[in-house]
């Protein structure tokens, strides 16, 4: 008989491409575990968003006035989330992302009037299952920049199949006027050339308290109109606001 002279392989190669295997799976754990989170943030936005668009559809109903002109949110980009973690000396972690970043969960609202912004925030966190972490009154306390808003860090809970997920999120409030400024500021402060920043920067002041003093007029001028109309009801009249308050609908 010949001999046998095929050489039969160690399995070098074989080792190799489990190892490679092992390393991709547990790469995709780490990205599924990253999306079931981000999940859990997004849903917390649609949970506020609807909570918010209640209470506004409920104040419609009650004094025939939306205090919310809008509602806007956002989810902070995976390149935000790392560099944010950065700046704090972080390691990229779950855990870091869950507990040193509270703003993942972004949801900014737009009110009418200076009032209706502590009338809805008080209204929020008065819900049984929101958590107020923080709250931060750039209001009547401005920034030096001249920044106004009222900022809420909340804490609420998302239901799932299988588990229920405590978030984290964060509630901007602020009138029209203000994200106006805000707007503005926002894209001036992030000119690359300014000749003359401390100029620039008390122009910008300036303009906050004129936005400031408006906000606090127009408020007045409604509450002496709202005033007036009180005042002045007829029957007539008194049936005619509780016809326009069954009208609101409801179906939004």
């Keep these: 008989m010949e001999a046998n002279n095929q050489i039969t392989p160690l399995g070098g190669n074989e080792a190799m491409q489990n190892a490679l295997m092992a390393q991709a799976s547990e790469i995709l754990d780490t990205l599924l575990d990253f999306k079931a989170m981000m999940l859990a943030y997004s849903a917390a936005i649609r949970q506020l968003r609807t909570k ?48 040193n970043i509270h703003d993942i969960a972004g949801v900014r609202v737009i009110c009418c009037y200076v009032d209706d912004i502590y009338r809805i925030a008080d209204a929020l966190v008065g819900q049984n299952d929101i958590e107020l972490v923080e709250k931060k009154d750039y209001i009547a306390h401005p920034k030096t920049s001249g920044y106004r808003s009222l900022h809420l860090i909340v804490r609420l809970p998302v239901y799932f199949t299988e ?35 401390e100029a620039i920067a008390g122009k910008l002041r300036q303009c906050a308290d004129i936005i400031s003093y408006t906000d606090l007029m127009m408020q007045n001028i409604r509450r002496e109109m709202d005033n007036e109309h009180t005042d002045d009801t007829d029957l007539a009249d008194e049936i005619y606001q509780k016809l326009k308050r069954f009208d609101v609908t409801l179906d939004q």
């Excluded at 999120?169 to 926002?186: G, N, P, V």
């Design 163 to 197: 588990s229920v997920q405590v978030v984290t999120a964060e509630i901007q409030i602020r009138t029209i006027a203000m994200d106006f400024w805000a707007s503005l500021e926002h894209q001036i402060r992030y000119k690359k050339k300014i000749t003359d920043p």
């Design 52 to 99: 918010l668009e209640i209470l506004n559809t409920e104040f419609q109903v009650k004094y025939q006035r939306n205090p919310i002109s809008s509602i806007q949110s956002r989810l902070k980009s995976q390149v935000s989330i790392m560099e944010k973690l950065n700046r704090k000396g972080l390691a990229v972690t779950q855990e870091n992302i869950e507990q």
